[in-house]
Each structure stands twice: as structure tokens, then as C-alpha cells.
Nanobody, 121 residues
């Protein structure tokens, strides 16, 4: 019912920047929050950043001051601007959204398929 498609991943040297995008589509009535998670090789998926419907944001301590999440409600899209990237940021980045679909009475969580970010010299 809802599709999330990430884009913008790639390879970058330490200190570089990337901008990820995630577009939501489908039978969307309302999107409550949208967020980014990541999963590094051999590790569990972890929270990166979130943007609430009111524009409030929250970040993992490991990315504060380096990453910025933004949201375009008209396009049902979120972005993650990643600056000063470090090798430890290497991971598959997943988009997550808490969505109320048309004719639904409650929200549900949806996930994208992920986009790979590699930070290496």
C-alpha cells in the first residue's frame, strides 16, 4: 500500500558529503513521522534521525552536528544531508515512515529497501 524508495547512496572519501532522499508513495492519508536508520556490516540496525509531522527532529548522538534531516511534506519526501562522513558511517541506510493509509484507522510502519553508503579512502 505504501512504497518508500531511497536514493543518493554511493562511495565517498572520509570528510566528504552525501545527500540521501526517500520518497513515499501509495495510498497515503497522512504521514506522521519519517526517519532514517542504518545497518553496518555485522551490526544491528540503528536509529540515525527522525522528523516528526510538526517539523521536530531528533538525532543519534553519533551523527549530531554532521547530519541534517529535512522534510518536504508536499512531496512526501525526506532527505538526509550527511557531512564530514567517517568510515564508521559506512552502512546501508533505510528509510522508515509511520503512515496512516487511506481508509485505515491506525498508522503502520513502512520501510524502504535501503541504499548503500560507503566511506573509504
Amino acid at each position: 500500500q505504501v512504497q518508500l524508495v531511497e536514493s543518493g547512496g554511493g562511495s565517498v572519501q572520509p570528510g566528504g558529503s552525501l545527500r540521501l532522499s526517500c520518497a513515499a508513495s501509495g495510498r497515503i492519508f497522512r504521514i506522521n513521522s519519517m526517519a532514517w536508520y542504518r545497518q553496518a556490516p555485522g551490526k544491528e540496525r540503528e536509529f540515525v534521525a527522525t522528523s516528526g509531522s510538526g517539523g521536530n527532529t531528533n538525532y543519534a548522538d553519533s551523527v549530531k552536528g554532521r547530519f541534517t534531516i529535512s522534510r518536504d511534506n508536499a512531496k512526501n519526501t525526506i532527505y538526509l544531508q550527511m557531512n564530514s562522513l567517517e568510515p564508521e558511517d559506512t552502512a546501508v541506510y533505510y528509510c522508515n515512515a509511520d503512515v496512516v493509509t487511506v481508509a485505515a484507522f491506525r498508522s503502520a510502519q513502512y520501510w524502504g529497501k535501503g541504499t548503500l553508503v560507503t566511506v573509504s579512502s
